[in-house]
Protein backbone atom coordinates (compact mmCIF):
# COMPACT_ATOMS: atom_id res chain seq x y z
CA UNK A 1 0.00 0.00 0.00
CA UNK A 2 1.64 3.51 -0.69
CA UNK A 3 2.12 5.99 1.20
CA UNK A 4 -0.16 9.00 1.77
CA UNK A 5 -3.03 8.41 -0.58
CA UNK A 6 -4.73 11.41 -1.00
CA UNK A 7 -8.69 11.32 -0.24
CA UNK A 8 -11.55 13.42 -2.29
CA UNK A 9 -14.65 13.31 -0.20
CA UNK A 10 -17.97 14.01 -2.13
CA UNK A 11 -20.40 14.62 0.32
CA UNK A 12 -24.78 15.46 -0.35
CA UNK A 13 -27.83 16.08 1.91
CA UNK A 14 -30.35 14.31 1.75
CA UNK A 15 -29.30 12.04 -0.90
CA UNK A 16 -31.14 8.00 -0.71
CA UNK A 17 -29.68 5.43 -1.79
CA UNK A 18 -31.96 4.20 -4.52
CA UNK A 19 -31.99 7.62 -6.10
CA UNK A 20 -28.64 6.48 -7.73
CA UNK A 21 -28.82 4.28 -10.66
CA UNK A 22 -26.25 2.44 -9.27
CA UNK A 23 -28.36 1.46 -6.77
CA UNK A 24 -32.09 1.67 -8.47
CA UNK A 25 -34.53 -0.91 -7.39
CA UNK A 26 -37.38 -2.45 -9.67
CA UNK A 27 -40.33 -0.92 -9.74
CA UNK A 28 -39.13 2.82 -7.41
CA UNK A 29 -37.91 5.65 -8.54
CA UNK A 30 -35.81 6.04 -12.20
CA UNK A 31 -32.55 7.78 -11.52
CA UNK A 32 -30.36 8.93 -14.51
CA UNK A 33 -26.61 9.20 -12.60
CA UNK A 34 -24.41 8.01 -15.27
CA UNK A 35 -20.96 9.48 -13.53
CA UNK A 36 -21.78 8.12 -10.19
CA UNK A 37 -22.95 5.16 -11.98
CA UNK A 38 -19.30 4.61 -13.68
CA UNK A 39 -17.59 5.49 -9.96
CA UNK A 40 -19.81 2.48 -8.65
CA UNK A 41 -18.36 0.11 -11.53
CA UNK A 42 -14.80 0.65 -10.19
CA UNK A 43 -15.67 1.25 -6.48
CA UNK A 44 -16.50 -0.75 -3.63
CA UNK A 45 -20.37 -0.32 -3.13
CA UNK A 46 -21.71 -0.65 0.30
CA UNK A 47 -25.13 -2.37 -0.13
CA UNK A 48 -26.33 -1.64 3.43
CA UNK A 49 -24.77 1.57 4.57
CA UNK A 50 -26.84 3.37 7.15
CA UNK A 51 -26.20 7.22 9.06
CA UNK A 52 -26.54 6.99 12.95
CA UNK A 53 -28.82 9.74 12.63
CA UNK A 54 -31.58 10.38 10.04
CA UNK A 55 -31.17 14.15 10.62
CA UNK A 56 -27.78 16.73 9.59
CA UNK A 57 -26.32 17.93 12.67
CA UNK A 58 -26.31 14.61 14.46
CA UNK A 59 -25.16 12.62 11.44
CA UNK A 60 -22.40 15.06 10.34
CA UNK A 61 -21.34 15.36 13.97
CA UNK A 62 -21.28 11.69 14.17
CA UNK A 63 -19.38 11.52 10.95
CA UNK A 64 -16.54 13.77 11.79
CA UNK A 65 -16.08 12.57 15.28
CA UNK A 66 -16.18 8.27 15.14
CA UNK A 67 -18.75 8.84 17.87
CA UNK A 68 -22.69 8.13 18.23
CA UNK A 69 -25.28 10.46 19.51
CA UNK A 70 -25.64 9.31 23.04
CA UNK A 71 -21.87 10.47 23.59
CA UNK A 72 -21.66 13.66 22.17
CA UNK A 73 -25.11 14.84 23.08
CA UNK A 74 -25.93 15.99 19.39
CA UNK A 75 -29.35 14.29 19.19
CA UNK A 76 -30.69 16.93 16.62
CA UNK A 77 -30.31 20.12 14.92
CA UNK A 78 -30.39 22.64 17.54
CA UNK A 79 -26.72 21.32 18.18
CA UNK A 80 -25.39 23.67 15.59
CA UNK A 81 -27.21 26.54 17.38
CA UNK A 82 -24.54 29.12 18.35
CA UNK A 83 -24.14 28.73 22.23
CA UNK A 84 -24.66 25.08 22.17
CA UNK A 85 -22.20 23.02 24.62
CA UNK A 86 -20.64 19.64 23.68
CA UNK A 87 -20.60 17.38 27.44
CA UNK A 88 -16.61 16.91 25.89
CA UNK A 89 -13.85 17.93 23.98
CA UNK A 90 -14.35 16.02 20.93
CA UNK A 91 -11.82 15.63 17.75
CA UNK A 92 -12.05 15.22 14.25
CA UNK A 93 -10.90 12.39 12.24
CA UNK A 94 -9.66 15.37 9.84
CA UNK A 95 -7.46 16.65 12.57
CA UNK A 96 -5.38 14.01 12.74
CA UNK A 97 -5.31 13.47 9.25
CA UNK A 98 -3.45 17.15 9.46
CA UNK A 99 -1.48 15.76 12.63
CA UNK A 100 -0.45 13.62 10.25
CA UNK A 101 1.10 16.00 7.72
CA UNK A 102 -2.26 16.72 5.27
CA UNK A 103 -3.98 19.57 3.74
CA UNK A 104 -7.25 19.79 4.69
CA UNK A 105 -10.30 21.28 3.64
CA UNK A 106 -13.86 21.79 3.09
CA UNK A 107 -16.27 23.78 0.24
CA UNK A 108 -20.03 23.49 0.57
CA UNK A 109 -22.27 23.31 3.65
CA UNK A 110 -20.65 22.03 7.12
CA UNK A 111 -23.43 22.39 9.82
CA UNK A 112 -21.97 21.07 13.13
CA UNK A 113 -21.69 21.96 16.63
CA UNK A 114 -19.73 25.57 16.83
CA UNK A 115 -16.82 23.55 18.89
CA UNK A 116 -15.49 21.55 16.20
CA UNK A 117 -12.91 22.08 14.31
CA UNK A 118 -12.40 19.60 11.28
CA UNK A 119 -10.63 21.57 8.53
CA UNK A 120 -7.84 24.27 7.79
CA UNK A 121 -9.53 25.64 5.33
CA UNK A 122 -13.54 25.50 5.60
CA UNK A 123 -15.15 27.72 2.90
CA UNK A 124 -19.11 27.51 2.43
CA UNK A 125 -19.92 29.72 -0.50
CA UNK A 126 -22.29 27.73 -2.63
CA UNK A 127 -24.17 26.08 0.35
CA UNK A 128 -26.94 28.58 1.77
CA UNK A 129 -30.44 27.62 2.51
CA UNK A 130 -31.53 30.37 0.29
CA UNK A 131 -28.91 30.41 -2.50
CA UNK A 132 -30.88 27.58 -4.09
CA UNK A 133 -34.36 30.06 -5.20
CA UNK A 134 -32.19 32.21 -7.35
CA UNK A 135 -34.84 32.11 -10.93
CA UNK A 136 -37.10 30.30 -8.96
CA UNK A 137 -40.33 30.09 -10.56
CA UNK A 138 -42.71 30.82 -7.62
CA UNK A 139 -46.32 29.16 -9.67
CA UNK A 140 -44.38 25.92 -9.80
CA UNK A 141 -43.34 25.36 -6.34
CA UNK A 142 -44.63 21.96 -4.83
CA UNK A 143 -44.95 22.36 -1.23
CA UNK A 144 -45.39 19.79 1.42
CA UNK A 145 -48.95 20.21 2.35
CA UNK A 146 -48.35 20.34 6.63
CA UNK A 147 -44.16 22.35 6.83
CA UNK A 148 -44.29 23.82 3.91
CA UNK A 149 -41.01 22.41 2.08
CA UNK A 150 -40.35 23.15 -1.41
CA UNK A 151 -40.34 19.66 -2.38
CA UNK A 152 -40.31 20.32 -6.10
CA UNK A 153 -40.00 23.31 -8.79
CA UNK A 154 -37.63 24.98 -10.88
CA UNK A 155 -35.36 27.65 -11.33
CA UNK A 156 -34.86 29.03 -14.73
CA UNK A 157 -31.27 30.49 -13.47
CA UNK A 158 -28.73 27.91 -15.75
CA UNK A 159 -25.60 27.67 -13.10
CA UNK A 160 -27.06 27.21 -9.84
CA UNK A 161 -25.23 28.92 -7.19
CA UNK A 162 -23.74 25.66 -5.59
CA UNK A 163 -21.82 25.20 -8.72
CA UNK A 164 -19.09 27.76 -6.53
CA UNK A 165 -18.22 24.77 -4.26
CA UNK A 166 -17.55 22.51 -7.78
CA UNK A 167 -15.37 25.50 -8.71
CA UNK A 168 -13.68 25.90 -5.72
CA UNK A 169 -13.12 22.24 -5.19
CA UNK A 170 -11.47 22.45 -9.04
CA UNK A 171 -9.44 25.29 -7.95
CA UNK A 172 -7.74 23.47 -4.91
CA UNK A 173 -7.07 20.24 -7.31
CA UNK A 174 -5.24 22.31 -9.72
CA UNK A 175 -3.30 23.91 -7.20
CA UNK A 176 -2.69 21.37 -4.50
CA UNK A 177 0.86 20.76 -2.65
CA UNK A 178 1.19 17.57 -1.16
CA UNK A 179 -0.88 15.40 0.29
CA UNK A 180 -4.86 16.43 0.87
CA UNK A 181 -7.79 15.16 2.41
CA UNK A 182 -10.71 17.46 0.52
CA UNK A 183 -14.32 17.82 0.96
CA UNK A 184 -17.20 18.95 -1.88
CA UNK A 185 -19.97 19.10 0.42
CA UNK A 186 -23.34 20.10 -1.23
CA UNK A 187 -26.78 21.15 -0.16
CA UNK A 188 -28.41 19.74 -3.07
CA UNK A 189 -30.62 17.36 -3.45
CA UNK A 190 -32.14 18.88 0.18
CA UNK A 191 -35.06 21.21 0.09
CA UNK A 192 -36.13 23.52 -1.79
CA UNK A 193 -35.94 21.08 -4.41
CA UNK A 194 -35.60 23.37 -7.26
CA UNK A 195 -33.76 21.65 -10.45
CA UNK A 196 -32.88 23.69 -13.76
CA UNK A 197 -35.30 23.62 -16.15
CA UNK A 198 -33.16 21.88 -18.82
CA UNK A 199 -32.72 18.87 -16.00
CA UNK A 200 -36.55 18.72 -15.64
CA UNK A 201 -37.41 18.24 -18.61
CA UNK A 202 -35.45 15.00 -18.73
CA UNK A 203 -37.64 13.63 -16.04
CA UNK A 204 -41.62 12.76 -16.83
CA UNK A 205 -43.81 12.48 -13.66
CA UNK A 206 -45.24 9.78 -15.30
CA UNK A 207 -41.83 7.90 -14.72
CA UNK A 208 -42.01 7.64 -11.17
CA UNK A 209 -43.88 5.65 -8.63
CA UNK A 210 -45.78 7.85 -6.85
CA UNK A 211 -46.41 5.91 -3.51
CA UNK A 212 -45.12 2.88 -4.42
CA UNK A 213 -45.28 0.18 -1.91
CA UNK A 214 -47.07 1.71 0.75
CA UNK A 215 -47.12 1.27 4.66
CA UNK A 216 -48.70 -1.94 5.68
CA UNK A 217 -48.38 -1.27 9.23
CA UNK A 218 -45.81 1.39 10.74
CA UNK A 219 -44.72 2.56 14.49
CA UNK A 220 -47.03 5.48 15.60
CA UNK A 221 -43.60 7.19 15.59
CA UNK A 222 -43.46 7.59 11.70
CA UNK A 223 -47.32 7.47 11.41
CA UNK A 224 -47.31 11.21 13.80
CA UNK A 225 -44.63 12.18 11.67
CA UNK A 226 -46.43 11.26 8.38
CA UNK A 227 -49.03 13.36 10.14
CA UNK A 228 -47.37 16.30 10.93
CA UNK A 229 -45.01 16.32 7.73
CA UNK A 230 -46.52 14.45 5.16
CA UNK A 231 -48.14 14.06 1.43
CA UNK A 232 -52.52 13.29 2.22
CA UNK A 233 -53.15 16.66 0.36
CA UNK A 234 -51.06 16.14 -2.93
CA UNK A 235 -52.07 14.28 -5.50
CA UNK A 236 -51.05 11.72 -7.27
CA UNK A 237 -49.60 13.48 -10.26
CA UNK A 238 -47.98 16.02 -8.32
CA UNK A 239 -46.21 13.80 -5.87
CA UNK A 240 -44.94 12.18 -9.27
CA UNK A 241 -43.82 15.80 -10.19
CA UNK A 242 -41.87 16.29 -7.44
CA UNK A 243 -40.00 12.87 -7.27
CA UNK A 244 -38.77 13.35 -10.92
CA UNK A 245 -38.02 16.96 -9.31
CA UNK A 246 -35.71 15.80 -6.94
CA UNK A 247 -34.34 13.17 -9.41
CA UNK A 248 -33.82 15.92 -12.09
CA UNK A 249 -31.68 18.00 -8.93
CA UNK A 250 -29.57 14.14 -8.65
CA UNK A 251 -28.49 14.77 -11.76
CA UNK A 252 -27.34 17.97 -11.18
CA UNK A 253 -25.10 16.52 -8.36
CA UNK A 254 -24.19 13.70 -11.08
CA UNK A 255 -22.66 16.45 -12.89
CA UNK A 256 -20.74 18.28 -10.48
CA UNK A 257 -19.31 14.95 -9.56
CA UNK A 258 -18.55 14.48 -13.21
CA UNK A 259 -16.52 17.26 -13.61
CA UNK A 260 -14.56 16.29 -9.96
CA UNK A 261 -13.74 13.16 -11.57
CA UNK A 262 -12.75 14.98 -14.41
CA UNK A 263 -10.56 17.15 -13.48
CA UNK A 264 -8.35 14.33 -11.28
CA UNK A 265 -7.79 12.05 -14.29
CA UNK A 266 -6.46 15.10 -16.36
CA UNK A 267 -4.65 16.41 -13.64
CA UNK A 268 -3.44 12.68 -13.08
CA UNK A 269 -4.16 12.45 -9.75
CA UNK A 270 -6.72 9.66 -10.04
CA UNK A 271 -4.72 6.61 -8.82
CA UNK A 272 -3.26 8.55 -6.12
CA UNK A 273 -6.71 10.03 -4.33
CA UNK A 274 -8.85 7.42 -3.25
CA UNK A 275 -12.81 8.57 -3.74
CA UNK A 276 -15.65 8.29 -1.41
CA UNK A 277 -19.27 9.67 -1.99
CA UNK A 278 -21.56 9.20 0.23
CA UNK A 279 -24.79 11.50 2.05
CA UNK A 280 -25.65 12.72 5.59
CA UNK A 281 -28.89 10.85 5.67
CA UNK A 282 -31.69 9.96 2.60
CA UNK A 283 -35.25 11.51 2.63
CA UNK A 284 -38.87 10.29 2.08
CA UNK A 285 -40.70 11.18 -1.17
CA UNK A 286 -44.34 10.81 0.06
CA UNK A 287 -43.76 7.40 0.39
CA UNK A 288 -45.88 5.69 3.73
CA UNK A 289 -46.99 9.73 3.39
CA UNK A 290 -44.36 11.65 4.72
CA UNK A 291 -41.46 13.89 3.39
CA UNK A 292 -37.96 14.79 4.77
CA UNK A 293 -36.42 12.40 6.96
CA UNK A 294 -36.10 11.91 10.62
CA UNK A 295 -37.41 8.07 10.84
CA UNK A 296 -35.50 4.98 10.87
CA UNK A 297 -37.36 3.64 7.28
CA UNK A 298 -34.55 2.56 4.81
CA UNK A 299 -36.03 5.84 2.38
CA UNK A 300 -34.46 8.43 5.29
CA UNK A 301 -31.82 6.03 7.30
CA UNK A 302 -29.72 4.35 4.21
CA UNK A 303 -27.20 6.15 2.63
CA UNK A 304 -25.18 5.46 -0.55
CA UNK A 305 -21.68 5.00 0.14
CA UNK A 306 -18.97 4.36 -2.78
CA UNK A 307 -15.02 3.92 -2.24
CA UNK A 308 -12.72 3.87 -5.18
CA UNK A 309 -8.71 3.46 -4.92
CA UNK A 310 -8.05 2.29 -8.28
CA UNK A 311 -5.72 -0.17 -8.04
CA UNK A 312 -5.43 -0.63 -4.80
CA UNK A 313 -9.48 -1.41 -3.92
CA UNK A 314 -11.01 -4.37 -5.78
CA UNK A 315 -14.32 -3.02 -7.23
CA UNK A 316 -17.91 -5.18 -6.04
CA UNK A 317 -20.92 -5.23 -3.85
CA UNK A 318 -20.38 -5.24 -0.34
CA UNK A 319 -23.36 -6.61 1.65
CA UNK A 320 -22.05 -5.88 5.64
CA UNK A 321 -23.41 -3.32 7.98
CA UNK A 322 -22.12 -0.32 7.63
CA UNK A 323 -22.23 3.37 8.84
CA UNK A 324 -21.55 6.67 9.09
CA UNK A 325 -18.66 6.56 12.06
CA UNK A 326 -17.15 3.83 9.73
CA UNK A 327 -15.57 6.36 7.24
CA UNK A 328 -13.22 8.41 9.45
CA UNK A 329 -11.35 4.71 10.41
CA UNK A 330 -11.29 3.51 6.76
CA UNK A 331 -9.99 6.72 5.38
CA UNK A 332 -7.33 6.41 8.07
CA UNK A 333 -6.61 2.84 7.91
CA UNK A 334 -5.85 3.35 3.75
CA UNK A 335 -3.64 6.19 4.94
CA UNK A 336 -2.00 4.53 7.60
CA UNK A 337 -3.17 7.21 10.10
CA UNK A 338 -3.95 5.99 13.46
CA UNK A 339 -7.10 7.49 15.59
CA UNK A 340 -8.30 6.65 19.12
CA UNK A 341 -9.49 3.15 19.77
CA UNK A 342 -12.17 3.85 21.95
CA UNK A 343 -14.46 5.58 18.29
CA UNK A 344 -17.90 3.49 17.52
CA UNK A 345 -16.38 2.65 14.18
CA UNK A 346 -14.56 0.13 12.06
CA UNK A 347 -12.09 0.36 9.28
CA UNK A 348 -14.09 -1.38 6.59
CA UNK A 349 -11.66 -2.68 4.06
CA UNK A 350 -9.26 -3.85 7.27
CA UNK A 351 -9.59 -7.22 8.23
CA UNK A 352 -11.28 -5.93 10.89
CA UNK A 353 -15.12 -8.22 11.29
CA UNK A 354 -18.56 -6.49 10.83
CA UNK A 355 -20.43 -5.74 13.99
CA UNK A 356 -23.55 -7.63 14.87
CA UNK A 357 -25.10 -4.59 15.36
CA UNK A 358 -25.58 -0.82 14.03
CA UNK A 359 -27.53 1.98 16.46
CA UNK A 360 -29.00 5.06 15.47
CA UNK A 361 -30.59 7.58 17.39
CA UNK A 362 -32.27 10.97 16.95
CA UNK A 363 -33.95 13.25 19.40
CA UNK A 364 -33.38 15.23 22.83
CA UNK A 365 -36.77 13.53 24.26
CA UNK A 366 -37.05 16.39 26.66
CA UNK A 367 -40.26 18.09 27.80
CA UNK A 368 -40.25 20.58 25.17
CA UNK A 369 -38.70 19.08 22.14
CA UNK A 370 -40.07 19.26 18.50
CA UNK A 371 -39.87 17.26 15.83
CA UNK A 372 -38.32 20.60 13.55
CA UNK A 373 -36.93 22.37 16.75
CA UNK A 374 -36.05 25.33 14.33
CA UNK A 375 -40.07 25.90 13.78
CA UNK A 376 -40.87 25.33 17.02
CA UNK A 377 -43.68 22.55 16.11
CA UNK A 378 -44.18 18.58 15.86
CA UNK A 379 -45.28 17.49 19.60
CA UNK A 380 -45.74 14.30 20.47
CA UNK A 381 -49.44 12.89 21.20
CA UNK A 382 -51.08 14.92 23.68
CA UNK A 383 -49.08 17.75 23.67
CA UNK A 384 -45.73 15.68 24.70
CA UNK A 385 -42.05 16.60 23.90
CA UNK A 386 -41.03 15.09 20.77
CA UNK A 387 -39.48 11.87 21.78
CA UNK A 388 -35.73 10.39 21.58
CA UNK A 389 -35.82 7.18 19.36
CA UNK A 390 -33.02 4.68 18.79
CA UNK A 391 -32.71 2.29 16.19
CA UNK A 392 -30.86 -1.15 16.42
CA UNK A 393 -29.89 -3.05 13.27
CA UNK A 394 -28.77 -6.21 12.72
CA UNK A 395 -28.06 -8.89 9.70
CA UNK A 396 -31.85 -9.39 9.38
CA UNK A 397 -33.55 -7.18 11.46
CA UNK A 398 -34.45 -3.40 12.54
CA UNK A 399 -35.78 -2.38 15.28
CA UNK A 400 -36.48 1.01 16.91
CA UNK A 401 -38.28 2.24 19.43
CA UNK A 402 -38.74 5.14 21.86
CA UNK A 403 -36.25 5.33 24.96
CA UNK A 404 -37.35 9.26 26.52
CA UNK A 405 -40.22 11.42 26.46
CA UNK A 406 -40.56 14.18 28.60
CA UNK A 407 -36.70 13.63 30.18
CA UNK A 408 -38.27 10.41 31.57
CA UNK A 409 -37.82 6.65 30.57
CA UNK A 410 -40.82 5.52 28.73
CA UNK A 411 -43.37 2.54 29.79
CA UNK A 412 -43.95 -0.23 27.94
CA UNK A 413 -46.81 1.33 26.01
CA UNK A 414 -45.20 4.43 25.22
CA UNK A 415 -41.85 2.66 23.60
CA UNK A 416 -44.00 1.82 20.48
CA UNK A 417 -41.74 -0.64 19.26
CA UNK A 418 -41.27 -1.30 15.64
CA UNK A 419 -39.57 -4.70 14.19
CA UNK A 420 -39.17 -5.04 10.13
CA UNK A 421 -37.71 -8.24 9.00
CA UNK A 422 -35.25 -5.96 6.28
CA UNK A 423 -34.52 -9.77 4.50
CA UNK A 424 -37.98 -10.73 3.69
CA UNK A 425 -39.61 -7.05 3.46
CA UNK A 426 -36.85 -4.52 2.03
CA UNK A 427 -38.98 -1.44 2.40
CA UNK A 428 -39.76 -2.23 6.13
CA UNK A 429 -43.28 -1.39 6.10
CA UNK A 430 -44.69 -4.56 7.97
CA UNK A 431 -44.51 -4.21 11.70
CA UNK A 432 -43.50 -7.45 13.42
CA UNK A 433 -42.96 -7.06 16.97
CA UNK A 434 -46.63 -7.88 18.08
CA UNK A 435 -46.30 -11.60 16.17
CA UNK A 436 -45.45 -14.41 18.81
CA UNK A 437 -42.92 -16.43 16.75
CA UNK A 438 -41.27 -13.26 16.33
CA UNK A 439 -41.13 -12.56 20.30
CA UNK A 440 -37.37 -14.01 20.53
CA UNK A 441 -36.23 -11.75 18.74
CA UNK A 442 -38.47 -8.68 19.64
CA UNK A 443 -37.41 -8.62 23.03
CA UNK A 444 -33.61 -9.60 22.42
CA UNK A 445 -32.60 -6.70 19.91
CA UNK A 446 -35.48 -4.03 22.48
CA UNK A 447 -33.31 -5.42 25.68
CA UNK A 448 -29.81 -4.16 23.34
CA UNK A 449 -31.50 -0.64 22.63
CA UNK A 450 -32.26 -0.03 26.68
CA UNK A 451 -29.02 -1.05 28.16
CA UNK A 452 -27.87 1.60 25.31
CA UNK A 453 -29.90 3.94 25.91
CA UNK A 454 -29.02 3.66 29.90
CA UNK A 455 -25.46 4.96 28.68
CA UNK A 456 -26.62 8.16 26.96
CA UNK A 457 -25.51 11.34 28.13
CA UNK A 458 -28.30 13.93 28.21
CA UNK A 459 -26.43 17.49 27.55
CA UNK A 460 -27.32 20.32 27.78
CA UNK A 461 -29.73 19.94 30.14
CA UNK A 462 -34.13 19.71 28.83
CA UNK A 463 -34.26 23.77 29.80
CA UNK A 464 -30.91 24.77 27.62
CA UNK A 465 -32.36 22.77 24.87
CA UNK A 466 -35.78 24.87 25.13
CA UNK A 467 -33.59 28.15 25.24
CA UNK A 468 -32.01 27.40 22.20
CA UNK A 469 -35.27 26.89 20.79
CA UNK A 470 -36.35 29.74 21.49
CA UNK A 471 -33.61 31.53 19.92
CA UNK A 472 -33.40 29.39 16.79
CA UNK A 473 -37.33 30.47 16.81
CA UNK A 474 -36.83 34.02 16.95
CA UNK A 475 -33.94 34.22 14.52
CA UNK A 476 -36.12 32.49 11.72
CA UNK A 477 -38.95 35.10 12.19
CA UNK A 478 -37.04 37.92 12.17
CA UNK A 479 -35.48 36.84 8.76
CA UNK A 480 -37.50 35.96 5.39
CA UNK A 481 -37.91 32.44 3.59
CA UNK A 482 -39.89 31.30 1.28
CA UNK A 483 -39.57 27.73 3.02
CA UNK A 484 -40.40 27.11 6.76
CA UNK A 485 -38.44 24.72 8.81
Not at 44 to 66: E, H, M
Not at 168 to 173: A, D, E, P, Q, S
Request: net charge negative; with cysteine; charged share 25%.
Amino acid sequence: MPDRPNVLWIYCDELRADALGCYAEPGGLRPRTPNIDALANESVVYDRAYTNSPICVPSRTALLTGRLPEETGVYANEGSAPGYELPDVFSTFTEAFADAGYVTASYGKEHIPEQLSPWQVCDEQGAGRRDPFAGAIQEEMILSPERGFVIGGVTEVETLPAERITANVVKFLEEAQGPFILRASYLQPHTPVLPPARLRREFPPHEQPGIGRGAASLSRFEQVFAEINGAGGIQPEVLRRAQADYLALVAWVDEQVGILLATLEELELDRDTIVILTSDHGAHLGETGAFGKHTFAPNSQRVPLLLRWRGHLAAGRDASLAQSVDIGPTLAWLAGIDLPEDLSGRALTSPQPAPQHIFATIGHGGPQSRAFPNGGTGEWEAGRGWPRRTCIRSGRWRLDMNVRIDGGVPTAAEEDIFLADSEHDPGETRNLAGHPEHATICASLAALVREHAASAVNFPSDEEIQRLQKQAIARRRAGSSVERK
